[in-house]
Structure formats: structure tokens, C-alpha cells
T-cell receptor
């Protein structure tokens, strides 16, 4: 079964500094990987996904993520964090040969300090 | 505009009562999902449906029931058998063709048992 680990409960970063949110995954086959963001009392919003091809994926709001197969990682990055980036971030994985279920990590709270 | 509509946004229930959460989508998506979100636990899959009149249990289906009589609707009933129903419930949908599609989420329903 597929699974995701987001090792840090909270990430604190100063406004204007680079932001990184870590994610490692486990699947039996090849993965489809996703990042979502959630603001308080709202649904999840899709940021970006890795399907195949270039390991560096660019998404919404200036976010990008790098797929690293050897390290089974898919870390989310933003070169310069904004206060409005403060939210809960979820990594998710689906096995391309498995069922259509998506496994989510526990989420990382990002706090951008003005 | 296309999207997923969940209702009600907030719901209060007395112990022993069944409640039904509504989820409607006009995205023409085949697959629909129900997740439960608790603080610090990420998203846990309750039920999912990949086609009308068919659905499968997720990881925490006990105490819940669903139906999929129409493509656009996937209501969730929280029964009195659910021991700890207070949570934030999220409905999502995706195209079932292939597995590379991202999930689209509704805005959630917050259920509180009094």
C-alpha cells in the first residue's frame, strides 16, 4: 500500500526567505505525486503534481517541487515566502498500477513570519 | 462555475442521531471520495466511488454509509454507530480515466456532536 511521510509538524520561515516542505513516499510501483494547500476551515487546493518527465515541477503561486526517485522524495519549495503562504500543506501519492486511492501525509503547518 | 458543493457547512448533532452530509459536483467527474480530517492526523479515506451504483470502503468506513445513485451526487450518512463523529468532512472528485488526475475538493462540512 502507498504511504507518505511529512516529517515536520511545523515549518517556520521568515518572509522573503526560501520555503521548503519535505515529503517522502512509499509505493510498490511508480508514483503519481501531488501537493495541496489548505487554509483554515476550507477545502484543499491543488498546487502541483508529478506524473512523468522533468523531475522539477512548477505549480501555482510560485511553488515548485522536485521529484527524486532514488531518495523517494518530493519536496515542495518556494524561493521567497509570503505571509499569505501560511497554511497547512499536504503531500499525497498514488501508485500508478494500484487502485484509484490517494494516500495523504499528515500535513505540515507553515508559518511565515513577517 | 464548475465545482463541488458540500452542505451544510456546519452541523450539530445530538448523540444517537444519524446525519447526512451532501456532496454535489458539476465537473462530470466519475470518481468521488469522502475524507475525514482530524487535527494532526491528516486525511483519512471513508468511502469512495468510481462509478454510479458502486462504492468501496476506505480505511475508516465503520459507522458511515454512502450511496451513488447519480453521477453528480455522493451523500455521506454518519450513523449513531460512529463512536467519535466530531470532525471536518471533505468530499472530493476526479476523472477516473487514468490515475494522474488531481482531486478537486469541496469546502468541507464541520460536524459537532453535542
Amino acid at each position: 500500500a502507498q504511504s507518505v511521510a511529512q516529517p515536520e509538524d511545523q515549518v517556520n520561515v521568515a518572509e522573503g526567505n526560501p520555503l521548503t516542505v519535505k515529503c517522502t513516499y512509499s509505493v510498490s510501483g511508480n508514483p503519481y505525486l501531488f501537493w495541496y494547500v489548505q487554509y483554515p476551515n476550507r477545502g484543499l487546493q491543488f498546487l502541483l503534481k508529478y506524473i512523468t518527465g522533468d523531475n522539477l515541477v512548477k505549480g501555482s503561486y510560485g511553488f515548485e517541487a522536485e521529484f527524486n526517485k532514488s531518495q523517494t522524495s518530493f519536496h515542495l519549495k518556494k524561493p521567497s515566502a509570503l505571509v499569505s503562504d501560511s497554511a497547512l500543506y499536504f503531500c499525497a501519492v498514488r501508485d500508478i498500477r494500484g487502485n484509484n486511492r490517494l494516500a495523504f501525509g499528515k500535513g505540515n503547518q507553515v508559518v511565515v513570519i513577517p | 462555475d464548475g465545482g463541488i458543493t458540500q452542505s451544510p457547512k456546519y452541523l450539530f448533532r445530538k448523540e444517537g442521531q444519524n446525519v447526512t452530509l451532501s456532496c454535489e459536483q458539476n465537473l462530470n467527474h466519475d470518481a468521488m471520495y469522502w475524507y475525514r480530517q482530524d487535527p494532526g492526523q491528516g486525511l483519512r479515506l471513508i468511502y469512495y466511488s468510481q462509478i454510479v451504483n458502486d462504492f468501496q470502503k476506505g480505511d475508516i468506513a465503520e459507522g458511515y454509509s454512502v450511496s451513488r445513485e447519480k453521477k453528480e451526487s455522493f451523500p455521506l450518512t454518519v450513523t449513531s454507530a460512529q463512536k467519535n463523529p466530531t470532525a471536518f468532512y471533505l468530499c472530493a472528485s476526479t476523472l477516473a480515466v487514468g490515475r494522474a488526475g488531481e482531486l478537486f475538493f469541496g469546502e468541507g462540512s464541520r460536524l459537532t456532536v453535542l
